[in-house]
Nanobody, 122 residues
Framework: VQLQASGGGSMQAGGCLRL?????????????VGWFRQAPGKEREFVGA???????AYVDSVKGRFSIFRDDARSIAYFQLNSLKPEDTAVYYC?????????????????WGQGTLVTVSS
């Protein structure tokens, strides 16, 4: 499977963006999908995930602002980013797992797409 992330850009604080993650070579149906981000000078961090059953997990800093949506028929996952803050500036990565019906938390993601840059100005 290959993942292609897109939708990043520059936005003022308070704005919104929708990131997309398109899978090819395999469906996303039955697999967990996650989003991570890496801010300048920092390590990559987990931001959110959504399992094949619809269960979600988000880091506290984005709860209520960010949401993951899945279109399994099209093998696309979306990451809706609302009420953006300057501290959300980062390269965002989507990820999935090579094992179906399996989710053990952020450490289980082992298939990665390239990142898409989100820049939020104050």
């Amino acid at each position: 499977v290959q993942l292609q992330a897109s939708g990043g850009g520059s936005m003022q604080a308070g704005g919104c963006l929708r990131l997309s993650c398109a899978a090819s070579g395999r469906t996303l149906s039955g697999y967990a999908v996650g989003w991570f981000r890496q801010a300048p000078g920092k390590e990559r961090e987990f931001v959110g995930a959504k399992t094949w059953t619809g269960t979600t997990a988000y880091v506290d800093s984005v709860k209520g602002r960010f949401s993951i949506f899945r279109d399994d028929a099209r093998s696309i996952a979306y990451f809706q980013l609302n009420s953006l803050k300057p501290e959300d500036t980062a390269v965002y990565y989507c990820a999935t797992m090579s094992r179906p019906n399996y989710y053990v938390g952020p450490e289980g993601f082992d298939v990665w797409g390239q990142g898409t840059l989100v820049t939020v100005s104050s």
